[in-house]
Each structure stands twice: as C-alpha cells, then as structure tokens.
C-alpha cells in the first residue's frame, strides 16, 4: 500500500471547523492573534514530518444564519478572521520543510499583485509555498467588495480559468531563466532581454505588466484545490497538483476521487498526478477507553448554534427556522455544491436531519471523526484511505494543539511502524517533496506551455 500523508487545517481565527472547543481548558486557540502559537504549530506539525499546513481562508461574515452576522460574531464562526499569507514567513523561519498551502480567493484578486504575493512568500520560504486557489461562497464578501452578490457558481470558473492565464504568464512567461545575473563586477543586476513584459486581454482582466518578482525556485506555487461539482471538477483537472475532498464517509468520498482521476485522464494527466487529501478528525489516545472518554469531553463544548452558522455559510440556507429534526434537502444556490451534496443526494442511503448534521460538523467539520486507541485510529484511518483511493488526510482540529500533537506522538509512530508513513522528509521544494519531481511545474500541466513557449514572446 501506498505511504499515506498529512496535512494540518487550520485557519487564523478563533473557531475554524470545531465550535465551542475554543472554551475547553486545553484549548489554545484564543491565542490565534499571537506569533507564539503558529510557531508551536508548525514546530509540531514539522516533527510530525506533516507535508504542509493548509490555512483556509473567508472574505465575509457567515452572514446567512438569521440573515445577519450576529451569530458569527458572537460564536467566533469563523470571525474574527485575520490575513493567512502574513503567518507564512514567521512559520517558515522555525521550520525546514513543512510546506504551506494558503487560500486566496481570486473573485477579489488583481493576478499582479497575487502573483507577486506569491513570489515572495515562495522566496521567503525557500519554495515550500502553495496556493489553495478558491472562488469564495459569502455573499457578504461581495457585498464587502463592491458587488450586490458573488458571481454565480459556473461563471466563477470560467472567470478562474482566465485569471488562471494570466497569473502563469506572469509567473513563467515574464522572467527567462537566467535573467537574473547579479553580476557585481558588470553592475548588471538582471538581462533586459530576458525580462518580458507579457499582456492579456480578455473580457474579465487587462494586463500589460512585467512580473514584478524574479523567478522564485517553484515559479508557480503548488497548486491546491477543492471544488468538487462539475465544473470545479474540470477546473481542478486542469491546474491543481493537490486537491481537498471533504464528505462525512467513504460512500460520499469514493466516488468522487473517482470522478476527479477520470477528469485527470479526460484532461490529458495521468490519474494519479493529484493527491487528494481527505478532511478528517482523528481522536485518540493510549487505549480505546480514553480516547471515548476525551470525544465525550470535547463533545460536551460543541456549540450547536456555531455549527449552524458554519453551515449556514457553507450550504448557503438560513438554518435559523428549521427545526433540528427536519431532513435537509439538496438546492442549488451560489454556495458550494458540494457542500450540500454531503448531506443530501450524495450518499442515497443516508438521510441528514439539520441537527445530526450540526453534530457532526461540530467536530472538525464534513468529514469522518476517527476515535480509538493509537493503532484503532491508524488502521481505520488507512483502510478509509484504501477504499476511497485518497493520498493522505487533512487533519482537522478539535483542541488546538492536542489534537496535532495526538497525531504526532501516536498516530504517526503507528503508520512509521506499518511502513504508511515517512520517516523522514524528502529533499526539494514543496513540489519535489510532493512528487518526487523537479521544483517547476512539467507538461503536461498548461503552467509548463507558457514556460516553454518563451522564445515566442
Ligand atoms: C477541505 C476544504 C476546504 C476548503 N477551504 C476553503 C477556504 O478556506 N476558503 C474558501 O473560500 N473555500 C474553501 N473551500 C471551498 C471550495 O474552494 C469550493 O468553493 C467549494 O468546495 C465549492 O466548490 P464546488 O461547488 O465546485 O464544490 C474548501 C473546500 C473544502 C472541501
């Protein structure tokens, strides 16, 4: 069987995807406005030999429980919510090889001044930088930004695909390799005639820049993505290295890594070319008992009308007049798709009422809680692997930090053991760990043809 891999989730916020676990004693997570804490993260998640922390990300209030940010403001769903890219170099400077994956949405993005975030964190960080590309699902980020509502769902891809464009011409079109000289003794910093000013014209974004940034060692960063309806699917078949898949069991999850490997062949990539990591929460401890009993103790801070307002939010429904016993059934909004499959059509032998759901969400989020003694988890945990034909697991949070450093001190040493998980970091960028490959994005991948295609400018 195939070495499994872990990525932490996380977000710069109080609550992320447990609500009410930021009251229990043990609990870190108010420090989240503090340096400290990301730099005891990423310590633990690097000896942990974790291949990246994925820093999620929103641009508005969970606005759609009762129709107004009350809720998440006092519940801390989600919000307070503060800058991911700006942990990125704090968390590098302690660490050698844990990568960073962090959301930016590029509904509210200029691919200019993206592409030189970018750039720079990819320097800072000695290429282990990724980008989890999303589109958003707030309406009250729009709003934040300008608009009435967000753009609807399908022609946010299509408004991605082309920014998509002009971001990789930027990153591999503008600069040649070995434009930059630095040559002290020549005064001559960079090669003029290497240095490309490139343009786009389309109906959504102009451009006629040259990149700011010189080349960084990935140029492109790992690419990260997590739509999973249709014309997510095709967007993630076509650019992402990574992507994210969360749903509440194997029966959701299975088919669509399914989908997503058949849309990697219909794009013209090798089915195994993406890793996907699946969101889960794993609980555990020295024996079965304990680690029942540590469930049962977080269970007992989960804050029902936080979960609400995440799904809210999520799912695009104003939870606030239903009552929990009530079946949630699928509509289709501007939100996310697959949100709303999880609990509803995507596994046909599952009815959700409303408060099952929020139970479940309330720990870690939509996907599965592994809960059992070390190697419980961790053969649970690999047999779930198995059947879905995932590459790793996204690790989601119940206390802030013990359910990571669980992870790292038992569930790690018991997958070391079965030989499913490294004993030691690959060398490279967060690409040439990832994939065994060389730092920069390879053809068959359409960032490459924009590399290749330089001589042409
Ligand atoms: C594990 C996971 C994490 C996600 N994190 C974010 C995030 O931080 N910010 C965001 O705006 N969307 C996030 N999303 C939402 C996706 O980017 C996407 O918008 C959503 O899955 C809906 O896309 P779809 O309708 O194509 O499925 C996440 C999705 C998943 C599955």
Known sequence: MKQLRLNAFAMNTPVHQSPGLWRHPRDRSVEFNTIGLWLDLAKLWERGLFDGVFLADVLGPYDVYGGNARAAIAHAAQLPTNDPLLLIPAMAAVTQNLGFGVTVSLSYENPYQLARRFSTLDHLTGGRVGWNIVTSYLDSAARAMGADRQRGHDDRYVVAEDFMTAIYKLWEQSWEDGAVLADKARGLYADPDRVHVIRHDSPYLQMEALHLAEPSPQRTPVLYQAGSSPAGLAFAARHAECVFVSGPSTAVIKPRVARLRQALVAAGRAPDS????????????????????????????????????????????????????????????????????????????????????????????????????????????????????????????????????DAVDLLVPEWQARGLYKTEYAQGTLRGKLFGQGARLAAPHPAAGFRMSQSAI
């Open 274 to 405: 993406v890793k996907v990591f699946a969101l889960a929460t794993a609980i555990t401890a020295p024996t079965e008992a304990e680690a029942h009993d540590k469930l049962a103790d977080y269970r007992s801070y989960v804050d029902p009308v936080g979960a609400l307002t995440l799904m809210g939010g999520w799912l695009g429904v104003d939870f606030s007049g239903y009552a929990l016993d009530q079946k949630i059934r699928y509509i289709d909004n501007d939100a996310g798709r697959a949100a709303m499959e999880n609990f509803t059509r995507a596994d046909p032998g599952r009815d959700w009422t409303v408060g099952q759901a929020a139970e479940h969400v309330a720990i870690g989020g939509a996907g599965p809680v592994f809960v059992g003694s070390a190697s419980q988890v961790a053969e649970s945990m690999a047999a779930w692997a198995a059947e879905t034909d995932i590459d790793g697991f996204n690790l989601a949070y119940a206390v802030l930090p013990e359910s990571f450093t």
